[in-house]
């Protein structure tokens, strides 16, 4: 007899390692404990830290390791910060994996043009490391990493490694005069990407930059329906019965996103 998984508990897990990231940013590697977490990029969990609260947050990791989970935290209130506290062997409840993931099968033999700024970078390290892992099914894959200075920089150590095999270009806003790389916003610099004909975005980032990423890559030819989003919004089930997470056009973030395509969704609505 098979025990249907009820989505309102959370399942058993203990931290098996933590990285720091950035000043602000841990990642933490979960071992969950007599379960698999069956995913694919683009979905997110609900993290529970015992007496603590509850937070989503997207699956970091590749969805190839079915037995671990990663997920990369920025400090910003109750639970992020207490995340920030854990060690290897604390005990942590999962919820999930929830939502709609990227639609990899239609990215396949398609030029990607991924598009993260801030701990944006979080939604889409799954989908760079799945990229990277079947590469052959996917033509020029170009990421365009954004931050503000080289210490929000986050996975510094990866991104070398993502660059042997994938176009990599990272960009800061506020950098220091040692900084001898690119300068400026994400948007200062998509004119330098060759879109081709087959060519398809992700961007992950506040509203504010997805908006205006997303608008000006429609403008240089991208059909919306190309154009993907990952959304954040403050969630509470999770699973779509409280509507805590709804956005302009009566979708629920949790259930029919976090992924939306620009064809979806009204930009200047969820941009606001
Ligand atoms: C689908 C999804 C995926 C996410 N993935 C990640 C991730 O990979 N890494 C990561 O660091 N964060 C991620 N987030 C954001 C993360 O869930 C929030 O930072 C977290 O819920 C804050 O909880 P807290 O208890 O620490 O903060 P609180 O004490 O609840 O709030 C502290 C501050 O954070 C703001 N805040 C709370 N929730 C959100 C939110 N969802 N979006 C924006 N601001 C918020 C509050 O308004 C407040 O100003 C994701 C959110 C969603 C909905
Ligand atoms: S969080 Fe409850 S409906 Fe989305």
Redesign the pocket.
Same mark, same amino acid.
């Given at each position: 007899m098979s025990i249907e998984y009820n989505p309102f508990l959370p399942r058993p897990a203990i931290v098996n390692a933590v990285r720091d990231e950035s000043l602000e940013t841990k990642t933490l590697k979960i071992s969950l404990i007599n379960w698999r977490a069956n995913f694919l990029p683009g979905q997110?969990v609900q993290l529970l830290l015992p007496g603590v +609260?509850e =937070? #989503?947050? &997207?699956i =970091?990791s590749s969805p190839s390791d079915s037995k671990h989970i990663e997920?990369?935290? $920025?400090r *910003? +209130?109750?639970?992020?910060?207490a995340a920030h506290y854990m060690r290897p062997g604390d005990a942590v409840g999962i919820r999930g994996p929830f +939502?709609r993931p990227f639609p990899v099968e239609n990215f396949k033999g398609r030029d990607l043009v991924l598009v993260a700024t801030g701990?944006g970078i =979080? =939604?889409l390290r799954s989908l760079i490391l799945y990229t990277i892992e079947n590469r052959k099914d996917f033509g020029d894959i170009t990421l365009l990493y954004g931050a503000r200075f080289v210490e929000d920089l986050v996975y510094r150590d990866e991104l070398r490694g993502w660059a042997e095999k994938i176009n990599v270009i990272v960009t800061l806003s506020k950098p220091s005069e040692k900084w001898n790389g690119l300068k400026g916003r994400v948007t200062d610099h998509l004119g330098a990407i060759n879109l081709g004909k087959g060519s398809l975005a992700v961007i992950c980032g506040s509203p504010a930059v997805m908006v205006s990423v997303a608008q000006s890559l429609i403008g240089k030819g991208l059909d919306r329906r190309d154009v993907y989003l990952s959304m954040? *919004?403050? $969630?509470k089930c999770g699973i779509g019965k409280c509507a805590r &997470?709804m956005i302009p056009g009566g979708f629920l973030?949790c259930k029919d996103g #976090?992924v939306f395509s620009a064809g979806e969704i009204s930009l200047e609505e969820v941009g606001e």
């Amino acid at each position: 007899m098979s025990i249907e998984y009820n989505p309102f508990l959370p399942r058993p897990a203990i931290v098996n390692a933590v990285r720091d990231e950035s000043l602000e940013t841990k990642t933490l590697k979960i071992s969950l404990i007599n379960w698999r977490a069956n995913f694919l990029p683009g979905q997110f969990v609900q993290l529970l830290l015992p007496g603590v +609260g509850e =937070a #989503p947050f &997207c699956i =970091a990791s590749s969805p190839s390791d079915s037995k671990h989970i990663e997920l990369t935290i $920025m400090r *910003r +209130g109750l639970v992020t910060n207490a995340a920030h506290y854990m060690r290897p062997g604390d005990a942590v409840g999962i919820r999930g994996p929830f +939502g709609r993931p990227f639609p990899v099968e239609n990215f396949k033999g398609r030029d990607l043009v991924l598009v993260a700024t801030g701990i944006g970078i =979080a =939604a889409l390290r799954s989908l760079i490391l799945y990229t990277i892992e079947n590469r052959k099914d996917f033509g020029d894959i170009t990421l365009l990493y954004g931050a503000r200075f080289v210490e929000d920089l986050v996975y510094r150590d990866e991104l070398r490694g993502w660059a042997e095999k994938i176009n990599v270009i990272v960009t800061l806003s506020k950098p220091s005069e040692k900084w001898n790389g690119l300068k400026g916003r994400v948007t200062d610099h998509l004119g330098a990407i060759n879109l081709g004909k087959g060519s398809l975005a992700v961007i992950c980032g506040s509203p504010a930059v997805m908006v205006s990423v997303a608008q000006s890559l429609i403008g240089k030819g991208l059909d919306r329906r190309d154009v993907y989003l990952s959304m954040e *919004r403050h $969630m509470k089930c999770g699973i779509g019965k409280c509507a805590r &997470c709804m956005i302009p056009g009566g979708f629920l973030v949790c259930k029919d996103g #976090p992924v939306f395509s620009a064809g979806e969704i009204s930009l200047e609505e969820v941009g606001e």
